[in-house]
């Protein structure tokens, strides 16, 4: 069974599996189209990520519960939200334009700081969207084909070939239905974002999500691997990492991509800068944590001090750096990710995201909602 899908099983479980996000006829289109219940048990329920709406806090996680506070973590209201499935990501360019994606390849968009959301896009229209890519891309190759000279036409011959499985194999994945999450989502501005997934899902907008093209064929990853995270590091270079150690390295803001040799052949679970400039650290499955300070060029293992796998990550006022990860695991570096600090909560509750605030207390989500805790972790 594959790793690396950021979702319920795999993050709590032994299990690396699509087991209740890819089995056809599982009632995932009743969540697509049933709102989230309201309950007072949102803030200490599964969340998978937490992050800042201007001064609001905005977090994620399970049967599309979406809250926010106003007051510092102190309280949570739920926001109306229209969807029932699980998200796993949220991301605000600005004070007020946010979004989160989940499973069922859902994107929603909020224009109040996450107070009301709204349905984007979904797994049904990511099928529509990848058959029409691979239909354009067939007929654009046969007219070429026509028209080729003989020294060209094997050439062509062998790019038709691998167009056309790709389109048969987009038909059957439609026939599953919205069965793939979306795993991170990141907007260079209001405008122009993008959102990774299960099994190679990758899509970009630059109208602010009124519309999504499939932007897949822009990295090389023929055996469409999960793709689990995306970020922006200082200097401007824009990450994905993924399933089996894939890398991938934009210095262009997405348009084009190189693949990066990756230190890992595991799952990555996420990308961090530590504010240097073109420095970046990456981190995924039983611990393993990597430094690059070349954009990627090469890498050095850091040592983490646990084997617990490492989920999330966020920086202090005071440029500390911040991983957590599965059984309370808590890493703090002070010399930009060079080498960490491991803390273990005592409740030993998996955490998937933080923030930092002002007072130097951080904002945890995880497994049983938030936990407001000091700098070191610790509950206050």
């Not at 089995?23 to 989230?36: N, R, T």
């Not at 991509?257 to 995924?284: D, H, K, M, R």
């Not at 293992?301 to 989920?311: A, I, N």
């Amino acid at each position: 069974m594959r790793q690396g899908l950021k979702n319920l099983v795999i993050r709590f479980t032994a299990c690396a599996a699509l087991s209740i996000v890819a089995v056809p006829g599982f009632a995932l289109q009743d969540v697509l189209e049933s709102k989230a219940m309201t309950t007072e048990k949102a803030p200490s329920s599964l969340l998978l990520d937490v992050v800042k709406a201007g001064n609001r806090l905005v977090a994620v996680g399970e049967r599309g519960h979406i809250i926010f506070s106003d007051n510092q973590g102190k309280t949570w209201r739920q926001a109306s939200v229209p969807v029932s499935v699980t998200l796993t990501a949220v991301h605000f360019p600005s004070q007020t334009q946010g979004w989160a994606v989940g499973h069922g390849a859902v994107i929603l968009h909020s224009a109040d700081a996450g107070e009301t959301w709204e349905k984007q896009f979904d797994g049904n229209v990511a099928n529509e969207v990848v058959i029409g890519a691979a239909q354009r891309n067939v007929a654009a190759l046969e007219k070429a084909l026509d028209s080729a000279s003989d020294d060209k036409k094997s050439k062509l011959e062998a790019a038709l070939d691998e167009a056309n499985f790709a389109l048969d194999d987009a038909k059957a994945d439609s026939e599953a239905g919205a069965s793939k999450p979306l795993l991170d989502v990141w907007f260079k501005n209001d405008k122009e974002g993008f959102v990774v997934g299960a099994y190679g899902f990758f899509f970009s907008t630059k109208d602010g999500g009124s519309t999504w093209e499939n932007a897949a064929p822009r990295i090389a990853n023929p055996d469409r691997f999960h793709l689990n995270a995306m970020n922006q590091v200082t200097g401007g270079a824009v990450f994905i990492a993924g399933e089996a150690g894939v890398l991938f390295r934009s210095v262009d803001g997405g348009e084009n991509w190189v693949t990066l040799e990756s230190p890992y052949e595991g799952s990555l679970f996420g990308v961090a800068g530590n504010g240097n400039v073109n420095e970046v650290t990456i981190y995924g499955l039983r611990g393993h944590l990597f430094r690059s300070v070349d954009m990627g060029d090469s890498w050095s293992g850091v040592d983490s001090g646990t084997e617990s796998s490492l989920m999330g990550s966020f920086a202090s006022s005071d440029g500390s750096m911040y991983v957590v990860g599965n059984s309370g695991t808590i890493l703090v570096s002070g010399n930009a990710g060079e080498s960490f600090k491991s803390r273990v909560r005592e409740d030993r509750v998996s955490l998937m995201s933080g923030i930092m605030l002002e007072d130097d207390s951080l904002i945890l989500v995880g497994e049983n909602g938030v936990v407001i805790a000091d700098s070191q972790g610790r509950s206050k």
